[in-house]
């Protein structure tokens, strides 16, 4: 457990390093992504061996994933004056493994001063990211047998599906929420404006963890979705 926040610590620090420029960017980064619409797509970003993202862009919000945990970044706006505010959805007992992303739909090479600024230039040492577009991505092997496949639904809405390979699925999924704020909505969890919801389990949110057991015993697969159309924090 000590090994695990140390982890998740190492990675934290790093975010909070990449912050600063990533804030004062959001005027450039907001037009560049205006260029195209990536709502419904996932956008996976990497400078060699330095630097490897994933994540969902929308209006205020990005949805970033990663091998442990989602994070929910939302955006400052300097009309309403509301600073930019992140929460953490981290995974328990899966398995080590890297989001990847699954049904390419293009590719190309992004300046990164056009997509943050000249400071990432200076931290990343590099004047070009790759950026990849996918339709979905895939956890291969969250647990073992079980992948964990990301997609987006007919509603918008980001919907998160455990696919047993072989069998019904046992092992009930749970989710830590770093978010002072999170509460209880009446079908989910409110988690900086995303509702966590399910069609296919009972949740049940206490104490800042989210369990998600499964209705029937004999699925193969069953879901959670993240609704990022909640304007309420």
């Not at 260029?35 to 490897?52: N, P, R």
């Not at 509603?155 to 009930?172: D, R, T, Y």
């Not at 929420?177 to 919801?197: C, P, Q, T």
Request: one cysteine or more.
């Amino acid at each position: 457990m000590r090994m695990k926040f140390v982890k998740f610590l190492t990675c934290w620090v790093l975010c909070a390093l990449l912050l600063p420029f990533a804030v004062s960017a959001q005027d450039s980064r907001s037009s560049f992504w205006e260029k195209e619409d990536y709502t419904g797509h996932f956008i996976h970003e990497v400078v060699g061996d330095k630097y490897s993202l994933i994540k969902n862009v929308q209006k205020d919000k990005e949805i970033i994933l990663r091998s442990d945990r989602i994070e929910i970044l939302k955006k400052a706006n300097v009309v309403t004056g509301a600073h930019e505010v992140s929460t953490y959805l981290l995974f328990s007992d899966m398995n080590k493994v890297q989001p990847k992303g699954q049904e390419l739909i293009r590719s190309s090479k992004e300046n990164i001063a056009t997509v943050y600024n000249d400071t990432a230039v200076q931290y990343l040492q590099a004047q070009q990211m790759d950026m990849h577009v996918y339709a979905s991505v895939v956890y291969p092997n969250f647990y073992d047998g079980v992948d964990l496949e990301v997609s987006f639904d007919g509603a918008g809405e980001m919907v998160f599906n455990l696919v047993s390979k072989s069998g019904s699925l046992e092992k009930p999924l749970e989710l830590t929420v770093w978010d002072a704020n999170a509460r209880s909505s009446s079908d989910g969890v409110i988690s900086n404006g995303v509702n966590i919801a399910s069609t296919s389990a009972d949740m049940s949110y206490s104490k800042g963890k989210i369990d998600f057991v499964n209705r029937n015993r004999s699925r193969r697969s069953y879901s959670f979705t993240l609704d990022l159309n909640q304007s309420t924090l």
